[in-house]
């Protein structure tokens, strides 16, 4: 099961008041609804892809007006897609459309329509079920989204969402609006908010877990280039006191500690490199002491090579 069905299995097995439930009646309406007339009758279409969502409407509308629905189910022309379900609702149409506001400009009647935080969070909890998706928590992004064919709906869809600060944006894609949000904290206060509380557990659940494999990913490999650094670094030192130890030249006693100490453990770090100084000629040593050294047998390979004075 994807991550976004989870979400909107729990999203509509919430209980709501009745205020709620004409907010997210009138979503699924704006949504995804369609005003047509058969017959001299004004007849109201609800159109999902969800079995789900289409049983969450169907409670609404015989919970809200008693209405006589007709439930149909359309094929889709591609053959990857599922079955469109229809319902058609054919009483107190006038009632409906005059109660959640579906002819007029969203914008003048929204707070109208969503006088509360909780109304305003039920219109976006259908909103979400009707057009909404959520990447699973264990991919590389975390994105949620909305998208519907009207511009002020988007727009509306955002207003919603940024009075609860969710930092939501639109962006166009092909004849679409789309409302998303990325950041993972967002996406989970946006679950939260609308009722998900099981799937903010799991989400979040995978999202530490991810953030903690990729925290453990960071730090070897982190230690992996240190290595590396540490490896190379003395495969030079190591080549120049090689080419130095080619002449028969006198070196100072200090360098030449250094220069024993280095043939002696190839593979060790500065750190470890002093505490090993330390130990054979209880003499202590900093790292920049040994940075110091290293660099004066680098000059004393390059003098060699050159011909110039030690």
């Given at each position: 099961?994807?991550?976004?069905?989870?979400?909107?299995?729990?999203?509509?097995?919430?209980?709501?008041?009745?205020?709620e439930?004409?907010?997210e009646?009138?979503?699924?309406?704006?949504?995804?609804?369609?005003?047509?007339k058969?017959d001299?009758?004004?007849?109201?279409?609800?159109k999902?892809?969800s079995?789900?969502?289409?049983?969450?409407?169907?409670?609404?509308?015989?919970?809200?007006?008693?209405?006589?629905?007709?439930?149909?189910?359309?094929?889709?022309?591609?053959l990857?897609?599922?079955?469109?379900?229809?319902?058609?609702?054919?009483?107190r149409?006038?009632?409906?459309?005059?109660?959640?506001?579906?002819?007029e400009?969203?914008?003048?009647?929204?707070?109208?329509?969503?006088?509360?935080?909780s109304?305003k969070?039920?219109?976006?909890?259908?909103?979400?079920?009707s057009?909404?998706?959520?990447?699973?928590?264990?991919?590389?992004?975390?994105?949620?989204?909305?998208?519907?064919?009207?511009?002020?709906?988007?727009?509306?869809?955002?207003?919603?969402?940024?009075?609860?600060?969710?930092?939501?944006?639109?962006?166009?894609?092909?004849?679409?609006?789309?409302?998303?949000?990325?950041?993972?904290?967002?996406?989970?206060e946006?679950?939260m908010?609308?009722?998900?509380?099981?799937?903010?557990?799991?989400?979040?659940?995978?999202?530490?877990?991810?953030?903690?494999?990729?925290?453990?990913n960071?730090?070897?490999?982190?230690?992996?280039?240190?290595?590396?650094?540490?490896?190379?670094?003395?495969?030079?030192i190591?080549?120049?006191?090689?080419?130095?130890s080619?002449?028969?030249?006198?070196?100072?006693?200090?360098?030449?500690?250094?220069?024993?100490?280095?043939?002696?453990?190839?593979?060790?770090?500065?750190?470890?490199?002093?505490?090993?100084?330390?130990?054979?000629?209880?003499?202590?040593i900093?790292?920049?002491?040994?940075?110091?050294?290293f660099?004066?047998?680098?000059?004393?390979?390059?003098?060699?090579?050159?011909g110039s004075?030690?």
């Amino acid at each position: 099961m994807s991550f976004t069905k989870l979400v909107k299995e729990e999203l509509v097995t919430i209980p709501v008041e009745t205020s709620e439930q004409l907010a997210e009646f009138a979503a699924f309406l704006h949504m995804n609804g369609d005003l047509t007339k058969r017959d001299q009758k004004l007849i109201l279409i609800f159109k999902t892809n969800s079995p789900t969502v289409a049983k969450r409407f169907l409670q609404l509308s015989r919970t809200l007006y008693q209405a006589e629905t007709t439930l149909l189910k359309k094929q889709q022309q591609k053959l990857t897609k599922k079955p469109q379900i229809l319902i058609e609702i054919d009483s107190r149409v006038k009632d409906i459309l005059s109660e959640i506001k579906l002819l007029e400009p969203l914008f003048e009647t929204s707070d109208v329509l969503l006088p509360s935080e909780s109304t305003k969070l039920a219109f976006l909890r259908a909103a979400f079920l009707s057009s909404g998706s959520v990447n699973d928590p264990k991919t590389a992004q975390y994105h949620l989204e909305m998208s519907h064919e009207r511009d002020d709906l988007s727009v509306l869809l955002q207003s919603l969402m940024n009075r609860f600060e969710l930092n939501a944006k639109i962006i166009k894609r092909r004849h679409h609006h789309v409302v998303y949000l990325k950041d993972a904290e967002h996406i989970s206060e946006f679950m939260m908010r609308v009722g998900a509380q099981n799937s903010v557990f799991k989400f979040e659940d995978a999202r530490i877990k991810r953030d903690f494999n990729n925290s453990i990913n960071r730090v070897m490999n982190c230690e992996i280039a240190n290595e590396k650094k540490v490896y190379e670094a003395a495969s030079k030192i190591i080549d120049e006191i090689t080419f130095i130890s080619s002449y028969n030249i006198l070196i100072d006693e200090k360098i030449k500690r250094v220069m024993d100490l280095r043939m002696m453990y190839p593979e060790f770090n500065l750190r470890e490199l002093t505490e090993q100084y330390e130990a054979l000629y209880d003499e202590p040593i900093s790292k920049s002491g040994l940075n110091h050294r290293f660099a004066k047998i680098k000059h004393i390979a390059q003098a060699l090579r050159e011909g110039s004075p030690l």
